[in-house]
């Protein structure tokens, strides 16, 4: 259980997979101008992370590593270097269900993700988050607890990113500056905060 | 005297070739002018080896992919681009993935799944579905290449000041002379941090926007 609060603390905190792994910093950079869409992409990005870790983790252990094809008769068969394919295939089916659910029960909430959505399935977290799974093998609880960390984790960071830019609206930027450099250098600066945090162990 | 033997290279600058190239390095660069694909730009930029490897793998699959997509275009049906398309993408990226594997292991290990990455770069999308679906094979090729070479040109950027401040190295090698330690010249542990790579590449761009004013 410990275990487990930790891997959900340091997910979104000082492992946060936009501030400190850089994953999914388009649509970060895309949306982060509106405070109210912004929570629309971040409860959408915790949802589909939350489903397909925790798929991608069953995918990959009774398909995909060294001898997970132990069940069906093959051993010796090892179709680890399939994982990409499997699981942007898997993620951008995922995706495709929950626009669907969102279309037929949150008209509202479709409205205002327009375009956003489908962009989920080239968001390099969802994919990245898989990935560092695979790579640090952790167990299924744990995969469960780390997809749900790692979405809440980026839906902190872009809806505090869009509470920062409507603060800053008027704030008299050098010329240059303006746009996208500014945002990096916030960014930056909101990173060195997050980072604050990784002293904190249970 | 006419003005093409004057400038013999107007003539190269009419053609759609020099157009792409031009266009992805300089005028619309995928990183700083269409912010595209900076989601793995800045976790490889710790060091300019990684950086520099990560560049050349971009690159590879970008322009095989654009040229592999644009052979097929008449023959993809358009509903289903997308999945076609993340599929030709997924096949270059395993590729690299194992080619990187087999011969440069210790890289293949610091960039850990950031290669596998490369499937959800909005670049290498971004080209397949603006420009190869609508260009012939050769010309798109190019494309990709320079694409992959513009993202390449920040990249290695942000790498160098980013290893040259924060450890004192280049590819590597020791760079900052002892002299200058003794001194009393510190090495910045900011830039090997998260935050530095956010503010460098920042600064990269107001510098750009200043000195690239039209």
Not at chain 1, 22 to 38: D, I, P
Not at chain 2, 59 to 72: G, Q
């Amino acid at each position: 259980m410990e275990n487990l609060i930790n891997i959900f603390l340091n997910s979104v905190f000082v492992g946060n997979i936009l501030l400190a792994y850089f994953l999914g910093m388009c649509s970060y950079l895309a949306v982060s101008q509106n405070l109210k869409t912004s929570v629309g992409l971040g409860v959408a990005v915790i949802f589909v992370l939350g489903i397909t870790t925790p798929a991608n983790w069953l995918v990959y252990h009774f398909l995909l590593a060294p001898g997970a094809l132990t069940w069906a008769g093959l051993p010796d068969v090892d179709l680890s270097f399939l994982k990409l394919v499997l699981f942007i295939a898997l993620i951008a089916g995922m995706v495709q269900v929950v626009e669907m659910i969102i279309d037929r029960y949150s008209q509202g909430l479709y409205n205002a993700l327009g375009v956003f959505l489908p962009l989920i399935t080239v968001n390099c977290a969802v994919l990245g988050t898989s990935l560092f799974m695979v790579e640090r093998s952790y167990t299924f609880p744990e995969s469960v607890v780390y997809g749900l960390g790692s979405g809440l984790g980026w839906a902190l960071a872009i809806v505090a990113m869009a509470t920062v830019m409507q603060k800053l609206r008027y704030a008299d930027v050098p010329e240059g500056l303006q746009g996208f450099g500014f945002r990096m250098i916030v960014t930056g600066l909101m990173a060195m905060a997050f980072m604050m945090f990784s002293g904190i162990t249970l | 005297m006419d003005t093409t033997a004057a400038r013999p290279w107007s003539g190269i600058r009419k053609t759609f070739t020099y157009k792409a190239i031009s266009d992805a390095l300089w005028q619309s660069n995928p990183i700083s002018k269409q912010i595209l694909g900076i989601c793995s730009a800045l976790a490889v930029t710790v060091q300019l080896n990684t950086a520099i490897v990560m560049s050349l793998a971009l690159t590879f699959v970008v322009s095989f992919s654009n040229l592999v997509i644009s052979s097929m275009r008449t023959l993809i049906p358009r509903n289903i681009r997308i999945i076609v398309e993340v599929a030709v993408i997924a096949t270059l990226v395993i590729l690299a993935d194992e080619f990187l594997k087999a011969f440069m292991y210790d890289i293949s290990k610091q960039l850990s799944v950031f290669v596998g990455l490369i499937i959800t770069n909005c670049i290498v999308m971004g080209r397949a579905e603006t420009y190869a679906m609508a260009n012939p094979p050769i010309r798109s090729f190019v494309d990709g290449l320079a694409n992959g070479i513009g993202y390449g040109s920040i990249l290695c950027g942000v790498a160098f000041f980013r290893e040259l401040l924060g450890a004192g190295k280049l590819m590597g090698y020791q760079v900052v002379p002892q002299v200058l330690y003794n001194a009393g010249y510190e090495n910045m542990g900011l830039m090997l941090l998260a935050p530095g790579a956010f503010i460098i590449i920042g600064l990269f761009v107001w510098l750009e926007h200043v000195f690239l004013k039209d």
